[in-house]
């Protein structure tokens, strides 16, 4: 049963507590901050890029 909740897409509160629990495990407490800092610094990146590629987008339309 818990196997088709994960394969349906469906993730409870049990399911996110083990997932928070192995990522402390595997990683600690204090390299958490740095892997969030550098997700947030990945996504922004992501989001300039994709800004700049529309406005080149919209001005080769012009």
């Known amino acids: ?12 509160p049990w399911q996110i507590a083990v997932i928070v629990i192995l990522v402390l495990l ?4 204090k390299k958490i901050p740095e892997l969030m800092r550098g997700l947030g610094s990945g996504i922004k990146e992501f989001k300039d ?7 080149e987008k919209a001005k080769d339309s012009k």
């Open 1 to 12: 049963m818990i196997a088709s909740n994960i394969f349906l897409g469906m993730v409870g």
């Open 49 to 55: 890029a994709s800004k700049e590629e529309d406005e």
């Open 26 to 29: 595997l990683f600690g407490g």
